[in-house]
C-alpha cells in the first residue's frame, strides 16, 4: 500500500465521526476509506478496536479470528452507528508523513 494508515485512539473511543476528521486533520492526514483498512489489511494489519473511516461507518480489521474482537469475525467488520457516538479513527496519509 503507498502512502501510511495509523490507528489513532487517544483515550479509548472518545471521538464522534466529526472529531475523527478534524484529528486526522491535525495529523496532516484524511480519515481512511474502506480501501485504505482494506488494503492494510492485505498488507497484515489488523487491531480489535472500532475505528470510524470516512464514510460514516466504524470498522474493526481482522485477519485472524477472536471471540472479543467482532465476535470472532474475520475480514472487515463494519457497524453504522450514530455519528455522535464514539469511537477510535483510523487516518491515512499518502506521503506517510505524520504532523
Known sequence: MRGDMEWWKGARYNQTADE???????????????????????????ICRYGWIDNNTVVIPRITPNPICAGNYVGLYVLHPNLTTQYDVFCYNASGQYG
Open 20 to 46: 475523527a476528521r478534524k484529528t486526522c486533520a491535525e495529523l496532516d492526514a484524511v480519515i481512511a476509506t474502506e480501501e485504505h483498512v482494506t488494503l492494510a489489511m492485505d498488507s497484515g494489519f489488523e
